[in-house]
């Protein structure tokens, strides 16, 4: 377990996630037990402080040093260097809200999240917590510093939840409103000539606080980077797909809800600070949507890749051919690839999803084996009782 830090890079105004970690753990590929119990942790947190905490037993995103030309590896010398010299400066509770955000299936209590964002904050800030005092006594050659950027662990935690939720619908809920029960809303976009089903997303980083309005960097999401394809249509608008040829893809709220009008105005709810994930209808129903939905998240990451081309997804792996394995195996080369692969892919007579009874979620859940599970968590058994006595 290696603790997860939290600190805004000057350059950027986005936040990493800082953790000292053994060499070994750059190296090795990691499948981590007990699944279930990780995954849930991950795909149901539902503020700032959840996600850390179960990033603290969680590998390393992508086993790379960059991604999207951004370091995310530094030896403990310049770790302590970006941290004394202000380069990773103290979090921004604005910003970090807005990062740490998560979408449908998350309820609404604004209180309990700003008290989440708070203790966060007081806890695991780089700055507040004294990580450059920690990283003084801390041996050199064996540790380095990992940086990577928390929308990277939001977009890994979204899509698990959001594919988990997904799964629930087609397999065990109600498949024919698989896609409104997940929390997505129909509606005709003007700007995309469809039918879609769209549903909040992922923090757009164009409204980055303190950034010049002409100079926010293209590409400050490196894995949703790196996961979806853009394409740009005749008309100028990006769409973000996960699969080629497939009506699924990621597009900015005012594309998403023809609403252009307030992205000009100072104060701006989150929502329109969103990409939206949106599902093209051609009348094909809420089932078969939910499927391709799943597929071309499925898709993308298989096809992971890192800078170099290097293959950060899942393919198919040789040896099972000759090592008397009853079926194809296949090697996972990264965390959230691998924890797809597992998701979908998992042992459906053990392993079930279900719905936690306060918040929502999706969460794995052992079948046959003692009491059936109905929080996703001790926090949301804690807060279904609070709110049931008030
Ligand atoms: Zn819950």
């Known amino acids: ?53 179960a ?13 999207g030309n951004e370091r995310r590896v530094y030896t403990v010398d310049e770790a302590i260097a970006m941290l004394d ?8 509770p604005e910003t970090l809200e807005y990062e740490a955000h998560f979408d449908a299936g998350v ?66 809920g109600d498949p024919g409103e698989a896609l409104t029960r997940t929390g997505f809303v129909h509606d005709r976009s003007r ?15 164009y409204f980055t606080q303190g950034l010049g309005f002409f100079t926010v960097p293209d590409k ?12 740009k249509t005749k008309t100028g608008t990006a769409k973000r797909r996960f699969e080629e040829g497939v009506g699924v893809y990621v597009v900015t709220a005012p594309v998403a809800t023809d609403e252009y009008n307030s992205i000009f105005q100072s104060k ?48 198919f792996d040789a040896q099972s051919l000759v090592d008397g394995s009853p079926a194809p195996s296949f090697s996972r080369h ?13 042992s459906s007579q053990s392993e079930g999803i279900d719905i936690c009874a306060h918040c929502g979620n999706a969460m794995l859940v052992s079948q046959g084996r003692g009491k059936p599970r109905i929080f996703c968590s001790d926090a949301c058994r804690m807060r279904h009782k609070r709110s049931a006595s008030e």
């Not at 990780?38 to 996600?51: G, K, P, Q, V, Y």
């Open 1 to 53: 377990m290696y603790e997860a830090y939290l600190t805004c890079s000057k350059r950027t105004g986005l936040h990493k996630v800082l953790r000292v970690v053994p060499a070994t753990y750059l190296e090795e590929e990691r499948s981590v037990e007990p699944f279930a119990d990780t995954f849930n942790a991950l795909a149901t947190s539902n503020n700032a402080l959840e996600l850390l905490e």
């Open 55 to 67: 990033i603290d037993s969680l590998p390393l995103l992508v086993p790379t040093e960059r991604l």
């Open 85 to 92: 010299g202000g380069k990773w400066a103290p979090s921004r």
């Open 107 to 172: 309820p609404d209590e604004d209180d309990n999240r700003k008290r989440a964002t708070n203790a966060a904050l007081r806890r695991r800030d780089a700055q507040a917590a004294g990580l450059v005092g920690l990283l003084r006594i801390t041996d050199r050659r064996g540790a380095y510093v990992v940086a990577e950027p928390l929308l990277d662990w939001t977009f890994a935690r979204n899509v698990l939840g959001l594919t988990a939720r997904l799964l629930y619908q087609i397999s065990s």
């Open 191 to 205: 700007t995309l000539k469809a039918d879609v089903y769209r549903i909040p997303f992922a923090f757009n980083t």
């Open 220 to 231: 400050l999401n490196p894995l949703m980077e790196k996961a979806l394809k853009v394409e």
């Open 268 to 315: 701006m709810s989150i929502a329109e600070k969103r990409y939206y994930l949106c599902i093209e209808d051609h009348g094909e129903g809420q089932e078969q949507l939910a499927k391709e939905c799943v597929g071309a998240i499925a898709s993308a990451a298989m096809d992971l890749k890192g800078d170099d081309g290097e293959n950060l997804g899942w393919e």
């Open 334 to 346: 990264s965390m959230l690839p691998d924890f797809v692969y597992r998701l979908i892919y998992r």
